[in-house]
């Protein structure tokens, strides 16, 4: 559940939805309306700061950090991660590189959410 909330608030920074020295809401307010823990939250707070993409002041809250581009950062380190993992399955499994990319190919086109044919890069 922390893993959600982490990808909600990075989602919402990464659209322009929260900007720099905004507010998010504290842990208590955050956990009562999501129906989860408090240390859920504290601990999906904790992780967001580590990352970069928010500050933590005792006392006065959670804001958006000045430089929330970090969180790309952290999306694309997530990506990589799992990219390295799903190759080690993969050759777990005996598959080569081309049966890798149409497996791939295969979920991508099959995945709810919208995409473009346009790459970017980092």
């Given at each position: 559940?922390?893993?959600?909330?982490?990808?909600?608030?990075?989602?919402?920074?990464?659209?322009?939805?929260?900007s720099?020295?905004?507010?998010?809401?504290?842990?208590?307010?955050?956990?009562?309306?999501?129906?989860?823990?408090?240390?859920?939250?504290?601990?999906?707070?904790?992780?967001?700061?580590?990352?970069?993409?928010?500050?933590?002041r005792?006392?006065?809250?959670?804001?958006?950090?000045?430089?929330?581009?970090?969180?790309?950062?952290?999306?694309?380190?997530?990506?990589?991660?799992?990219?390295t993992?799903?190759?080690?399955?993969?050759?777990?499994?005996?598959?080569?590189?081309?049966?890798?990319?149409?497996?791939?190919?295969?979920?991508?086109?099959?995945?709810?959410?919208?995409?473009?044919?346009?790459?970017?890069?980092?």
């Amino acid at each position: 559940m922390y893993r959600q909330i982490i990808d909600q608030i990075t989602a919402r920074v990464l659209a322009g939805d929260w900007s720099p020295g905004q507010g998010l809401p504290s842990i208590r307010e955050l956990a009562a309306s999501s129906g989860v823990s408090v240390i859920t939250v504290k601990r999906a707070y904790e992780e967001l700061e580590r990352a970069g993409l928010i500050v933590t002041r005792h006392g006065k809250g959670s804001v958006v950090a000045d430089q929330p581009d970090q969180a790309r950062g952290l999306l694309e380190s997530e990506l990589d991660q799992a990219l390295t993992a799903t190759v080690q399955h993969a050759a777990r499994l005996g598959l080569g590189r081309a049966a890798l990319h149409r497996r791939l190919d295969a979920v991508f086109d099959d995945a709810s959410f919208p995409h473009s044919g346009e790459e970017t890069s980092s």
